[in-house]
């Protein structure tokens, strides 16, 4: 886009978002170091190469301070202008790697493997292998702990994106009034306490994959703007007008039944067909039993390494306990289960004894041949709610969600 004068220029900003921007130095009856400081004061980010005639060390040196990238002096070769471009854009994305790396450190962990030999697993492996490929929006669906952020991380690993980030928004955990902000990020002064310009989670995966997880967390005034953006691929930072175009793949996750959210009115329907390109369900671990041998094994080389202890395996009486519990919280509770067993074992196998010593709750039951993993189950939760006398806690505590633990309290009949 070409700007005749400064005026030009501030009504482009108003509207756009420029990664890159050559400015002249020279205009008609205006100061190009005062347009300098006026794009930089509209867009912080963009990079801005200064064109002199008249090139000095002082000039370059106040063009820098200003903030501007680079001072290319006439005359200069069409190779020479596309060189400091090319190096402007790449600095540009440098810097919002950088932030990416600051903002996202936490997100990020050691990529796992899917262990499964179960045919509903395997026909979910096929689907990853197809659509990794594409471009196509992913809902991934199943109940908490099943592994729909393991999916999302495979899709994105396996994709031609793979290189760029894998940016991943919480929706169950973010505050609903800053929401909007994490998203698309916002100006300086936008609200109170926005003292900088941030970028947003769309412009964080540009170029990669952006994963909602537990998308039917976010109220329908987001769920609007979401789809606004997704058909669109484009954003504006809260506090602004200007448009920021974005190119990422969408992936979203959800343990809700999104058709009936939207026969109840809390999901919009065109956000979910936009969503639902492609559909992945993940089966529970209560279905696929045959893994449970196979998950044990896995998670027991894992924190065995990790806490520094030999455990060769499990014994037959604990394996047959855990293949006969129904894992409310699925894959996550086996895992969380095994390190916790490790932790705590006192042997080089695991028994049921060690089952019902790794958490004190479990402390003076009957022998393993008396009582099962479900009764257990039962003593466990009913404690937990005696302890902490609130729904939210108790949940936080048991590693599950506080719809999946109210079914639990009905099931057991038991009393907050």
Not at 342 to 370: K, L, M
Not at 379 to 387: A, F, N, P, S
Request: net charge positive; hydrophobic share 40%.
């Amino acid at each position: 886009m070409l700007a005749k004068n400064g005026k030009d220029a501030s009504a482009l900003l108003d509207k756009w978002s420029f990664a890159v921007i050559l400015l002249d130095l020279k205009l008609s009856n205006e100061d190009g170091m005062e347009i300098l400081k006026q794009i930089k004061a509209q867009d912080q980010e963009a990079e801005v190469a200064i064109i002199t005639g008249h090139g000095t060390i002082q000039t370059a040196v106040q063009a820098i301070k200003l903030g501007a990238f680079d001072v290319l002096t006439k005359p200069f070769t069409p190779n020479e202008l596309r060189r400091t471009v090319e190096r402007a854009f790449k600095n540009r994305q440098l810097n919002i790697e950088n932030v990416i790396l600051k903002q996202t450190l936490k997100e990020r962990e050691k990529e796992k493997e899917i262990v499964s030999r179960s045919p509903a697993i395997a026909k979910v492996k096929e689907m990853i292998k197809m659509v990794a490929p594409t471009d196509s929006t992913v809902l991934i669906q199943g109940e908490s702990g099943t592994g729909k952020g393991l999916v999302a991380r495979k899709l994105h690993a396996m994709s031609p994106r793979r290189d760029h980030p894998i940016v991943v928004v919480d929706c169950g955990s973010l505050v609903s009034t800053l929401f909007e902000s994490e998203l698309f990020g916002h100006v300086k002064g936008a609200f109170t306490g926005a003292d900088t310009t941030q970028y947003g989670k769309f412009e964080m995966a540009n170029g990669g994959t952006i994963f909602f997880d537990e998308i039917a967390n976010i109220n329908l005034d987001i769920q609007a703007k979401l789809l606004k953006a997704v058909e669109e691929k484009a954003i504006s930072k809260v506090g602004s007008h200007r448009v920021v175009r974005v190119d990422t793949r969408i992936i979203a996750a959800t343990n809700k039944n999104l058709k009936k959210e939207i026969r109840e009115g809390l999901f919009r329907e065109d956000l979910f067909f936009r969503l639902n390109v492609v559909s992945i369900p993940l089966p529970p671990l209560r279905d696929r039993k045959v893994d449970i041998s196979l998950l044990v094994d896995h998670f027991l080389d894992i924190y065995s390494a990790k806490q520094g202890k030999t455990i060769y395996g499990i014994s037959q009486e604990a394996l047959a306990a855990m293949e006969n519990y129904s894992w409310p919280g699925n894959v996550r509770e086996l895992e969380n289960m095994i390190e916790r067993l490790v932790i705590f074992a006192r042997g080089e196998t695991i028994t049921f004894q060690d089952i019902i010593y790794s958490n004190t709750t479990f402390s003076g039951v009957s022998p393993p041949e008396a009582i099962t993993l479900e009764e257990a189950e039962h003593q466990h939760i009913g404690k937990m709610l005696e302890r902490f006398r609130n729904i939210t806690k108790t949940a936080e505590s048991l590693g599950i969600d506080r719809k999946t633990l109210r079914s639990k309290i009905k099931k057991y009949n038991l009393e907050l």
